[in-house]
């Protein structure tokens, strides 16, 4: 088995156990089931709206030219 099925494997194998784990918390009653995931969930949302509001700050735009300058061509001889 090559290395990108084997972490596909592995990544299966760790969402299903904790999957169990959760279904287990929940079962028995336990805060933590809930709080744990939804920690994770909004640590994820927010790290990934800072990064879509990181890349919109510091992206480069160049201005377009005005419409009456001349084009240049792709190849230069």
């Given amino acids: 088995m090559d290395a990108g099925r084997m972490q596909g494997v592995l990544i299966c194998a760790l ?3 904790l999957g169990v784990l959760f279904l ?6 336990a805060y ?3 709080a744990i995931p939804v920690a994770v969930l909004l ?3 927010l790290g990934l709206t800072f ?3 990181y890349t919109i700050a510091t992206i ?3 201005p377009e030219p005005p419409p009456d300058a ?3 061509s792709a190849q230069k001889r």
């Fill in 15 to 17: 969402a299903a156990g």
């Fill in 70 to 72: 001349p084009i240049e």
């Fill in 32 to 34: 933590w089931a809930v």
């Fill in 60 to 62: 480069r735009v160049e």
């Fill in 51 to 53: 990064w879509v509001g």
């Fill in 43 to 45: 640590a994820v949302v």
């Fill in 24 to 29: 287990a918390g929940m079962v028995s009653g």
